[in-house]
């Protein structure tokens, strides 16, 4: 069992934190809205620190899930000043790889581990422990922290250097927006041209069309619902980030960027 921080409580950082609780390890957190801090500690019996930079003292591991550069830069920075050298800072915000690099090199120079650990699988799956995660960072960073972040993974792998777990992410959105605009398009078109939508689906569901988007998301597509699980601003976000990495790598995303301006 390992001492850890948790800063950021929203609908995934929350559930994350309460599973790392749940496995018995000794959670400290910390959120903007304090609120929201002493909400968790009354469900979940951790402790709530006052800073980030409180929160992490001591902590062997120290996890983040903010909203985006600028925040995890403010974030990691205050708790960079309460970690003891040795302890690592893992990442579960989706963030640019750029960033990522940088905070990872601060973090080196102050003897501190990094790992960028981006996660997909939504509330449900931050809820479910059952996140997809893909990280980047140092073998050795790595095999400390995976341990620890088992207790809300379904799956969780190594995939490079700092950086590689952002660029994963970035692979992921890609697929999900072409997904999800393919998916809502057909639906449209269908409803337009007078199909039953929900016939069409238990159709094509078996065969090549199908995936999990179409599995999970048709009906609420169907019904008209699309306030709920992941919000369309932090896709947005997401996009924006892709966009900008492919200029730097000198990929082209015609997909993404179509999706993008929808």
Known sequence: MARVAFLGLGVMGGPMAGHLAAKGHAVTVWNRSEAKAEAWVARHAGARAATAAEAAKGAELVFACVGNDDDLRQVAG??????????????????????????????????????????????????NGALSIMCGGSVEDYARAEPVIAAHAKVCRPL????????????????????????????????????????????????????????????????GRFDFGFSVDWMRKDLKICLEAADEVGAILPVTALVDQC
């Open 78 to 127: 205050a708790a960079f000043q309460g970690m003891t050298p040795g302890a690592i800072f893992v990442d579960h915000t989706t963030v640019s790889a750029k960033v990522t690099r940088e905070l990872a090199a601060v973090a080196c120079e102050k003897g501190l581990g990094f790992v960028d650990a981006p996660v997909s699988g939504g509330q449900a799956g931050a809820e």
């Open 160 to 223: 490079g250097p700092s950086g590689a777990g952002q660029i994963a992410k970035m692979m992921n959105q890609i697929c999900i927006a072409g997904l999800v605009q393919g998916l809502s398009e057909a639906l449209a078109f269908g409803e337009k041209a007078g199909m039953d939508g929900a016939a069409v689906v238990e159709v094509i569901s078996q065969g090549a069309a199908g995936s999990w988007q179409m599995q999970n998301r048709h009906k609420t597509m169907l019904e």
